[in-house]
């Protein structure tokens, strides 16, 4: 049962894909927009394109003629996603989903509008003008989000009126294609925030990844952990959050459901219809499961009895701080000394300051508090340096 598999965007997380899916017997091809990206060291081929132009796209797919494409990134044309699925091509999960998340206008507003959820309040600018009458009415402080963006890029809090303009420049140049158009959130005062790790299945129930708690820094993630502190009810009012909006959505994968947990209840923040960076915790084998292995089990169309927590676990992110080509990494042999620790290379071939370039993963038992385990990543990442 071998399928022909493109994935659109091939960073750290789609590597770790293409290694679960070739495990299964698959055959990957690799695009991004750059050569020497990680998921290409790993596939069978691969492609440099922009994925923003929709011609280039058309033509990747009418050579390769896919069994199923992966989105693994947000700055693609997604709207040509309705004619693959028309041409017989699954898209991962659905075109619907791809084109409604990579989009934080149309998430948000199902979210909110149609389903109902709890979010934060929000309002939408395309202009500096509308910008700074949105703010005025949500009010300050509040979050600051290009429509369009990954990894955390032009996100930013506006805690006094002189950060209006710096926000509203710095999202603008961190849009990602030609969408310029930002949300502007009210500030939720939460206690934590979880991503909750959703898989749906074509022949099974959906099923929940025990939640993971995260740490973010420029709306970018620095460590996470798993299990985190959570209460049942709460636990069961994200649970029905995420059947909720996947159902609506559609198609089979893992999706990475970002919640605010408040003394109010919880509130829905965002949503990926793929693996999730908090959740590279899975590959210290926290789960039965990685992330990653249920995200191939799904869209395969494989059964997934049951997910369950082994260990607990965390990760902590090793940053580049500058920009430069393919770095030398140092203190690994005294990182990995350590019981029950693991270092995630991603091997990308240039630094730019924060970009992502590992991963350190440690785990313990479950009785275990997860806060040692938790510092104990973010430790030994610190001992990791680029050079």
Not at 6 to 33: C, F, N, P, T, W
Not at 289 to 294: I, P, S
Not at 319 to 345: C, H
């Amino acid at each position: 049962m071998q399928k022909k598999i493109m994935l659109l965007g091939s960073g750290e997380l789609g590597k770790e894909v293409a290694i679960a899916l070739q495990r299964l017997g698959q055959y990957v091809i690799a695009v991004d927009s750059y050569e020497g990206a990680p998921a290409m060291q790993v596939s069978h081929e691969f492609e440099i394109i922009n994925m923003l132009d929709g011609d280039a796209l058309d033509l990747i797919v009418a050579k390769h003629k896919p069994d199923l494409i992966v989105p693994e990134i947000e700055a693609i044309r997604t709207e040509r996603f309705y004619d693959y699925e028309k041409q017989g091509i699954t898209v991962v999960p659905s075109a619907k989903a791809a084109n409604f998340t990579m989009n934080r206008k149309a998430i948000r507003d199902l979210a909110a509008k149609d389903l109902n959820l709890r979010t934060a309040n929000y309002l939408y600018a395309a202009t500096f003008e509308e910008f700074k009458i949105a703010v005025s009415k949500i009010g300050i402080p509040c979050v600051v989000k290009p429509l369009m963006s990954s990894s955390g890029k032009g996100q930013s809090v506006i805690k006094e009126e002189f950060d209006i303009q710096k926000s509203w420049t710095y999202a603008m140049e961190g849009s990602r294609g030609d969408y310029k158009e930002v949300i502007i959130e009210e500030f939720i005062k939460f206690n934590s925030e979880i991503t909750l790790l959703t898989v749906t299945q074509q022949n099974g129930r959906t099923l929940f990844c025990p939640p993971i708690g995260h740490r973010q820094e420029r709306g970018d993630y620095q460590e996470s952990w798993q299990p985190c502190s959570i209460n049942d009810g709460d636990l069961n009012e994200a649970q029905q959050m995420a059947e909720k909006v996947t159902i609506a959505l559609g198609g089979y994968g893992i999706w990475g459901i970002e919640f605010f947990l408040t003394d109010k209840g919880v509130y829905f923040s965002e949503l990926s219809p793929r693996p999730h960076d908090t959740g590279m915790v899975t590959l210290a084998n926290t789960q039965n499961y990685n992330e990653f292995e249920l995200h191939a089990r799904a869209i395969l169309g494989f059964p997934i009895p049951k997910i369950e927590l082994v260990k607990n676990g965390a990760s902590a992110v090793v940053l580049a701080k500058k920009e430069g080509g393919r770095p030398n990494f140092f203190g690994i042999a005294d990182v990995l000394q350590n019981d029950n620790t693991d270092i995630k290379i991603f091997n990308k071939p240039s630094t730019r300051p924060f970009r992502r370039m590992a991963v350190v993963l440690c785990s313990d038992h479950l009785e275990t508090d997860i806060t040692k385990t938790k510092e104990k990543a973010v430790s030994l990442a610190k001992q990791i340096t680029l050079q």
